[in-house]
């Protein structure tokens, strides 16, 4: 008999009756009615075409049939216990591989991560730098900031910020716009241009002009001085996300690492 066509519902059910010797006692076990153990029994009997179980005057009795698939059925099952006890083992797992473009990683991420492990040292993280969205099964990915309107095909929680804001050299520096590719400057006019957004906070801080960044990327280091706000920040539809496929999304170990990144 193939895999797919193995009947399963029955084999637990014949399981359970054969410990009982009792239909009723099965059901109470299953969460069933007696009738529903009987019509399972009489299916998988139709199926593997032996008779499984006689009534007596002593009650139920297994036939020899029956009596000769128990043990290697309740080992299937005890294997099946194992095979599920080791796909579980990951929510315990306290290591997790995460993606994120290489600003991200290097002006938000990696500093927050060092305060999330300094409360928990059991923590391990691998993380990779990719700017385009990678395939959670090939990368074995737990999670992924991705910027955007919002998830895309996946689940995810947006990261909070203030949008966007212009920041230069505290003490002032050269009066032309730092782009890099994503920016809301018109690069045919940027006089410094570089390949993200880290980078143009860089150059701003050494006093190469001024960069309109995501609030989310300059909070360090507006915080620190290193660099100064031109103006406010401004509200922008597009934002940092954290992102999974449901299976991923819906592990411990990720919605406590989710919860602890936006707080």
Not at 103 to 124: F, T, Y
Not at 171 to 187: E, F, H, Q, V, Y
Request: glycine letters at 10%; proline letters at 5%; aromatic letters at 4%.
């Amino acid at each position: 008999m193939k895999r797919t066509h193995l009947p399963l519902n029955g084999l637990r059910v014949l399981d359970a009756a054969a410990r009982h010797l009792s239909f009723t006692r099965a059901a109470d076990e299953l969460a069933v009615t007696p009738a529903a153990v009987g019509q399972q029994v009489r299916a998988l009997e139709d199926t593997l075409g032996v008779v499984l179980f006689r009534r007596t005057t002593k009650g139920l009795e297994l036939t020899p049939e029956g009596e000769a698939g128990l043990e290697a059925l309740r080992q299937g099952f005890l294997q099946f216990e194992e095979a599920v006890r080791a796909m579980q083992a990951g929510q315990s797992s306290k290591s997790l591989t995460i993606a994120a473009p290489r600003d991200v990683l290097h002006c938000w991420l990696m500093p927050r991560l060092a305060e999330i492990s300094r409360d928990d040292g059991e923590l391990r993280f691998v993380l990779i730098a990719a700017d385009e969205d990678l395939d959670f099964t090939q990368a074995n990915l737990d999670l992924a900031v991705r910027w955007g309107e919002g998830p895309g095909e996946h689940e995810g929680e947006a990261l909070e910020s203030d949008g966007m804001v212009t920041i230069e050299r505290p003490s002032g520096g050269a009066d032309t716009r730092i782009s890099w590719p994503g920016c809301l400057n018109d690069d045919s006019v940027s006089l410094v241009r570089v390949a993200d957004a880290g980078l143009a906070i860089d150059a701003a801080a050494e006093g190469l002009g001024r960069a309109t960044v995501p609030e989310l990327l300059a909070r360090r280091d507006l915080a620190s001085g290193r660099v100064a706000a031109v103006g406010e920040a401004k509200p922008y539809r597009l934002g940092y996300w954290l992102v999974a496929p449901l299976p991923q999304w819906r592990q411990k170990k990720v919605k406590a690492l989710v919860e602890a990144l936006g707080a």
